[in-house]
Structure formats: C-alpha cells, structure tokens
C-alpha cells in the first residue's frame, strides 16, 4: 500500500464532508428559493449536505483502527499522547468559535436571541449539544468515541477484543434505548453506530484492499443520490436507525472504495487534501462566520449580486477564516500536545520524535498515526 496516498485520502473524505455540511447550513440559514440559483442550491444541500456527518463518522472510526494497530499502542504514554492531542485540537477552537459566534448573535439586534443558558458546564465541556454552537452534536459523539479508544490503547495488541466487545454491548445500548430501555442514554443514539464499520474498515483495509473500489463509490452515491432526493430533508434532521442504514451504509462503501482505490495508486487532487486538513476548523468556524457574512452583505449579496455570489462570498469568507484557525491555532498546538507523554526510549534505542514513529509498521495504520487527524 502507497503509505501517502492513503493519509491523502483519509483528508480528501474529510475535505468533501465538510464542505457538504457548510453548504447545506449556508443555504438553510439563508433566505433563498427566490430565483432559480436559489432554489437549485438550496433544494441540492438541504438533500444532501447533512451527509458529510456520516462520512465523518465512518472516517473517524478508520482513523481510530489505524492508532490503536501502533505497537506502541499499550503504553500509558501512548494513550495520553491520542487523549491529549485529541482535547488540545478540539477545545480550543470549539470556546473559540463558540464565543465568536456569541459575539455575532449579540451583534444581530435581536434578530438572533442569545439563549445564556446554554453556557453550561456540560456543554462547555461537550458532555452535552450547545444549541448555541448546533454543530456542536457531532463533537459530543466523538469525545465519547475517543475515550473509548483511549482506553483500549491501554490494551496493547487485545486492544482489537477490546473494541469489538465495546462495539457489542454498544449496539446492545443503541437497541434498548430504541425501545425505551435506555432514555438519557446520549450516546446510544443509532447514527453513533456509524463508528463501528470505520473500524471495521480500517482494520481489514490495512491488510487487504475491497475489489471494486470504483463499483463500491459508484453504488454508495447512488444511495445517497436516491435516498437524499426521496428523503434527504427527513434523513437530515435524524440520528435514527433509518439514517444509519441508508446513509452509513453508502458512507461505508465511499470510504472503503476510496480507501482501496488509493492503494491502487489513484491520488485525491491537492486542494481536497488541502480542504481536508482544514476541515475541523471549517466545521467550527463556518456557524458563526456565515452569520457574519449573512448579517453584513446577506441582503445586498443575495438580492443585488444574486444568491450564487452570496454562497460564494461566505464559502470565501469561512475557507479564510478556517485556514487562519488551522494555520495558527490547530496546527501548533497539535503539534506541541504531540510532544507531551512521549514514551521514554528503550535502552540503546534513540527517542523518536513521536511514539508513533519509532518503529516500522503496516502503511494505513502507521500513516494515519503520524497525523491523528
């Protein structure tokens, strides 16, 4: 397997994902449906935006795989790197991006009301949604999902059991809180079990390629492609069982297909990568950007520039302000998280810069480890 091409596609995945889910936001947030522009743009991402969640998942669960495959995954040191690493890249540009969007609403005039008690220690902490940063669900599930993974790295090589003994008793979870068993079980909600086939994934795709690469990406759009115009709207707003059969399964078969077709020696283009490794910052920073955008130029983009440059002008405006945040927030202190905990070098050994890259191991796993994105 070609050891970069399959980190570039990992990012190129994460790229497509968040730019899907900051347009759908775009066009829902906005007035549009006046003219033609409008109404195709508005009806395509209402469809089909709230994708790039699944795809998400599903990557986030491959990334996982490929850490916990690291030989020196079982080292405490090893675990409190991913742990750290992991709150050092969220936190801070979640408070950020939450008090810029804070800033704005306050900033509306009352058009958008500021809801002061949402600022709690549960939602500061992602324990719980902050309806006053809405994306902030999705980072709810994924803290939960990496301190699972924290704690199988203590495991070493039975971190795998681990794992699929968690992935048991967690779709257990999701099947009784289904049926009423589980109420306030925030976790369990069905589209969390969209990180299972990640791992799944990222474990076989380490060792073998799926055949039909190009098949398995073709029948997983034409899932999307029909269910999202049937049911887009309706799948959007869900985190059901019906969303993570139709839209997990085709986010699945994209990321398999991708996955095998990269090591098959196909390359994303640069600029998807380079969307991909801003992707965390633009999923943060696009809420309160576009409303930035929206309460200054919206009127005057959308009725006397048109509604297409007004989408252009605030993807503009976002993608700006992401590779500000990834350029001068993500990027350093990830790297400087990733310099604590390291593991203490074996006798006659030198210390690596990283645990990670101190020993030879299989392409996926070791490239997606060296990023931990």
């Given at each position: 397997m070609?050891l970069?091409s399959?980190?570039?596609s990992?990012?190129?995945l994460?790229?497509?994902?968040?730019?899907?889910?900051?347009?759908?936001?775009?066009?829902?947030?906005s007035?549009?449906?006046?003219n033609q522009w409008?109404a195709?743009?508005?009806?395509?991402?209402?469809?089909f935006g709230?994708?790039?969640?699944?795809?998400?998942?599903?990557?986030?669960?491959?990334?996982i795989?490929?850490?916990?495959?690291q030989?020196?995954?079982?080292?405490?040191f090893?675990?409190?790197?991913f742990l750290?690493r992991r709150?050092?890249?969220?936190?801070?540009?979640?408070?950020l991006?939450?008090?810029?969007t804070?800033?704005?609403l306050?900033?509306s005039?009352?058009l958008?009301?500021v809801d002061f008690s949402?600022?709690?220690?549960k939602?500061?902490?992602?324990?719980?949604t902050n309806f006053?940063h809405p994306?902030?669900?999705?980072?709810?599930f994924?803290?939960?999902?990496?301190?699972?993974?924290?704690?199988?790295?203590?495991?070493?090589?039975?971190?795998g059991a681990?794992?699929?003994?968690?992935?048991?008793?967690?779709?257990?979870?999701?099947?009784?809180?289904?049926?009423?068993?589980?109420?306030g079980?925030?976790?369990?909600?069905?589209?969390?079990v969209?990180f299972?086939?990640g791992?799944?994934?990222g474990?076989?795709?380490?060792?073998?390629s799926?055949p039909?690469?190009?098949?398995?990406i073709?029948?997983g759009?034409?899932?999307?492609?029909?269910?999202?115009?049937?049911?887009?709207?309706?799948?959007?707003?869900?985190?059901?069982?019906?969303?993570?059969a139709?839209?997990g399964t085709?986010?699945?078969?994209?990321?398999?297909?991708?996955?095998s077709?990269?090591?098959a020696?196909?390359?994303p283009?640069k600029?998807?990568?380079?969307?991909?490794?801003?992707?965390?910052?633009?999923?943060?920073?696009?809420w309160?950007?576009m409303?930035?955008?929206?309460?200054l130029f919206?009127?005057w983009l959308?009725?006397?520039?048109?509604?297409?440059?007004?989408i252009v002008?605030?993807?503009?405006?976002?993608?700006?302000v992401?590779?500000?945040?990834?350029r001068?927030?993500?990027?350093?202190?990830?790297?400087?998280?990733?310099?604590?905990?390291?593991r203490?070098p074996?006798?006659?050994?030198?210390?690596?810069?990283?645990?990670?890259?101190a020993?030879?191991?299989p392409a996926?796993?070791?490239?997606?480890?060296i990023?931990?994105t």
């Open positions: 070609n970069r399959k980190s570039l990992i990012q190129a994460r790229g497509i994902a968040a730019t899907l889910v900051v347009f759908l936001h775009i066009c829902t947030v007035s549009f449906g006046k409008g195709t743009a508005y009806n395509f991402f209402l469809h709230a994708f790039g969640v699944d795809i998400f998942f599903v990557v986030s669960g491959v990334i795989a490929g850490l916990l495959q030989e020196n995954a079982g080292h405490p090893y675990s409190l790197q750290m709150f050092v890249r969220i936190y801070p540009i979640y408070w991006s939450l008090g810029a804070i800033v704005v306050l900033s005039g009352g958008y009301p949402q600022l709690t220690p939602t500061l902490g992602l324990v719980t006053l994306v902030s669900w999705t980072l709810c994924e803290i939960q999902f990496y301190l699972v993974a924290g704690l199988a790295m203590l495991f070493g090589r039975r971190s681990v794992i699929a003994v968690w992935g048991v008793a967690h779709i257990v979870a999701v099947t009784a809180a289904e049926r009423g068993w589980g109420h079980l925030y976790f369990a909600a069905p589209i969390t969209e299972l086939p791992l799944l994934i474990y076989v795709a380490s060792r073998r799926l039909f690469p190009r098949v398995c073709v029948l759009c034409v899932i999307v492609a029909v269910a999202g115009y049937y049911a887009g709207p309706m799948l959007g707003t869900t985190t059901g069982l019906l969303r993570l139709i839209y085709a986010a699945s078969l994209i990321v398999w297909g991708a996955l077709l990269e090591g020696g196909s390359r283009a600029w998807v990568t380079f969307l991909g490794d801003i992707s965390y910052s633009t999923y943060m920073w696009h309160p950007t409303i930035a955008v929206s309460l919206g009127a959308s009725h006397s520039a048109g509604v297409l440059s007004y002008t605030t993807g503009v405006c976002v993608l700006m992401s590779w500000a945040s990834y001068w927030i993500e990027r350093p202190s990830t790297r400087w998280a990733g310099g604590l905990f390291k203490p074996r006798s006659g050994q030198m210390a690596a810069s990283s645990p990670v890259a020993v030879p191991l996926l796993s070791e490239r997606l480890a990023r931990q």
